[in-house]
Each structure stands twice: as structure tokens, then as C-alpha cells.
């Protein structure tokens, strides 16, 4: 059997995530690593055997022994990186938002057609949940009618303090959006994989909550609790805390979504709702293993995940028999698997399941006609090309 050798740029709390995934799909192994803290990048490779410790993202860039390369960086690195692994030949996963901008998406995407033997994904990885999959098969094949509406959120509580702070909150490292380019889009993704159509025009209110934080003196993990003898310098904010998204589908559906990271107590909540002529289905995360079906004149259900029951197109991405539970690191496997898959069989030339660069650009730009919409207080299209 063929292994593909992958090295991880960047090792924060995604990067490992990536590594745990890879190693889960059998067909790849993480034989190099890098980090702008190599003391970081020293322990970790010593702690989880990974052979190959690099000081700079170039130097693993052209080991001529690797073959993907997964950037897990800040999105101020993105294009960087993204544009030096394709120019060298090297397949590239990409962490979410794909870059600062949509020009810097548009560039990428270019530079993608200069290189067609390049595959590329994005780490939107709920779309890749068993049960997202199945109802997207579902919602496809007319079960639940004509979707009429499309809602949920995307709440954190990680932000909600003063004293939290994050490289996400500097327009220099994060763009102009913190909120919305690093959940809003996540939902985003999964309502338009259900949907089986992009979002065309948006509406939105964006609030920034606390337009001063405090930076920490010394450097704190992204999800992690400032120590208690913590030095602060006071900075201000431009980012947003929150933002409240009306939405239009090209169907003709329309929709809702709320997204936060100053939400107390919801730490990775999300929901998502699609309302039809005839039944409605909805997925939560925090019970990532069912979905409900909502309808008028029958009893509702409570659909469980069982591989015996689903669609034979999403069958594939569940592992366990029924009552053994799947969620997120099962999503993160999938959407490797995906595209480990087409690495090593060919992706061809219809629709793939994961998140390419084409929808990465596009998430881009609704980030930014939400960004429009908040300043302008009006409905905002999402721009051509």
C-alpha cells in the first residue's frame, strides 16, 4: 500500500487536531512538522513520534519527501504558505478562512489553475458529519419538499471576558473579521451544503461588544485561561464580537443565523434548521450522532445515526454501529479521508464532499458582504469572480 507523507505547519490546538486525523485514516502518516516556536515544534515531535522537526514552514515546504502539506497557521500566513506549497508541487489543506481577503483567495485559485496537478481543501469540517452528509442526500432527493428556510447559530463564550485576547482579534493577523470568518463560515458552509446551493445576498447587524480588551503580556493558547498573575496592555478592537445574518439562497430559500463568541456558557454550540414544504430537519453538535424531523401531521422523530438506515453515499463516513457515538474528530477524519481519497484515486471532474478552494474563495467573499452589509445597514449581493 501507498502511504502519502504529510507535514503539519503550525502546532496551536488545530495542528494537532490535523495530526490526530491523519493518522486516523490509515492511507497517510505526518512524517514533518513545523512551528514558529520550534521548542514547540521540538516537543511535539519527540512526544508523538513524528520523525522530521523543521525551524521555518519553507524548509518543510521543500523536503522533496513530503506530498500534502496541511497549513494550521494564523490566516495572516495563509497565502504564504498556501502559494509556496502549490508552487512546489505539494498538495495543500488549508485551515479556514482560506486567507485576509478574497483577493488573496482569488490568487490562490489562479495560481490552482497553473497547477492542475495540485488538490486543495479547506478545513470546513461539520459539513463532513455522517448525519450532515445524510441529510443533505435526503434534503436532495425531495424528502422533506421545498426548502423554504434555513436558521441556526454558532455560539462560543471564549471572547466573553476583557481579559481574553487572541492573535483573532488583531486585524493584522485575522482580517477584518473575527467572528464571522472563524464560525459564521462554518455554519455558512453547512447550510449551503444542505441546502445544495450557495448563499447569494446578505443582511447582517455586526457588534463589537467590547471595543477594548487587554492583551496579555505574555502569550496565552487560544481556548486557555489567562494565569492569575497575568500583565495586561490595554488595546482597542475593531473586530466583531457578534453578528446577526439574514440571508437569500439561490433556491429561492431564505434563512437566518446568528454567530458569538461572547455567548456565557455555550462553548462550541451549533444549530442547524432546514424548514421544507413538508418536513423540517435539524442538527445540533452537541448531539452530533442525531437529527430531528419535524413535521405537521404526524409525530415528530428523532432520527439516530445507524449505519444500517442511511443514505449509501453518506454510509461511508460512519464507522460505528448504532449507539456508539461519532462527532467531531469523526468529522475532522472524514473530511481528510475525502480528500486523502482523491490524492490517491483522482478527484475527477464531478462535485467532492470536502471543502474545496473554489468554496473557501467564496466563504471569503460573503465574509465580506456581511462585513458590507454591518457597515451599510442594507442587503449587500455577494460579489461575481
Known amino acids: 500500500m501507498r502511504y502519502v507523507n504529510v507535514g503539519i505547519i503550525g ?35 519527540l512526544e508523538l513520534g513524528i520523525p522530521n522537526c523543521y525551524e521555518t ?29 502549490i508552487l512546489a508541487g505539494k498538495h495543500i489543506f488549508s485551515e479556514k478562512p482560506l486567507g485576509m481577503n478574497s483577493a488573496e483567495s482569488a490568487r490562490m485559485l489562479t495560481l490552482l489553475k497553473e497547477h492542475p496537478g495540485v488538490l486543495a481543501g479547506v478545513n470546513y469540517c461539520y459539513r463532513m458529519n ?12 425531495g424528502e422533506i ?24 482579534v488583531e486585524e493584522e493577523y485575522a482580517g477584518i473579521s473575527r467572528t464571522v470568518a472563524d464560525i459564521g463560515t462554518h455554519w455558512m458552509d453547512t447550510a449551503q451544503v444542505l441546502a445544495g446551493c450557495r448563499i447569494t445576498e446578505v443582511c447582517a447587524n455586526t457588534v463589537t461588544a467590547l471595543p477594548y480588551r487587554k492583551k496579555p503580556t505574555r502569550q496565552v493558547e487560544t481556548f486557555a485561561k489567562a494565569a492569575a498573575d497575568q500583565e495586561y496592555d490595554l488595546r482597542p478592537v475593531t473586530t466583531e464580537d457578534y453578528a446577526g445574518v439574514l440571508v437569500r439562497f439561490e433556491n429561492g430559500a431564505s434563512g437566518v443565523f446568528q454567530c458569538s463568541q461572547i455567548s456565557a456558557g ?45 443514505t449509501p453515499e453518506a454510509r461511508k463516513y460512519t464507522y ?62 455577494v460579489q461575481e469572480g
Open 130 to 141: 455522517a448525519l450532515i452528509q445524510d441529510a443533505k442526500n435526503r434534503i436532495a432527493a
Open 266 to 310: 455555550r462553548k462550541c454550540f451549533i444549530d442547524i434548521e432546514v424548514d421544507g414544504s413538508a418536513a423540517s430537519f435539524q442538527w445540533q453538535h452537541q448531539t452530533s450522532d442525531r437529527m430531528w424531523m419535524g413535521k405537521r401531521d404526524a409525530n415528530n422523530e428523532e432520527i439516530m445515526r445507524n449505519p444500517n438506515l442511511m
Open 57 to 85: 514552514a519553507d524548509e518543510l515546504i521543500h523536503d522533496p519527501e513530503i506530498d500534502v502539506i496541511h497549513d494550521c497557521t494564523p490566516n495572516h500566513l495563509h497565502m504564504e504558505i498556501n502559494e509556496k506549497s
Open 145 to 168: 419538499g421545498r426548502p423554504y428556510l434555513i436558521h441556526g447559530s454558532y455560539l462560543q463564550d471564549w471572547m466573553l471576558y476583557d481579559t481574553d485576547y487572541n492573535w483573532r
Open 320 to 381: 460505528l454501529a448504532a449507539g456508539h457515538p461519532e462527532g467531531w474528530n469523526d468529522a475532522m477524519r472524514n473530511n481528510l479521508s475525502a480528500f486523502y481519497r482523491d490524492i490517491l484515486e483522482g478527484a475527477g471532474d464531478g462535485p467532492v464532499d470536502y471543502a474545496t478552494f473554489e468554496d473557501g474563495h467564496y466563504l471569503m467573499k460573503l465574509t465580506e458582504a456581511i462585513m458590507e452589509s454591518g457597515r451599510q445597514r442594507r442587503w449587500v449581493p
Open 11 to 45: 502546532l496551536g490546538f488545530i495542528g494537532q487536531c490535523h495530526i490526530d486525523a491523519v493518522r486516523r485514516i490509515g492511507c497517510a502518516r505526518v512524517t514533518a512538522v513545523a512551528d514558529a516556536d520550534y521548542g514547540l515544534a521540538k516537543r511535539k515531535a
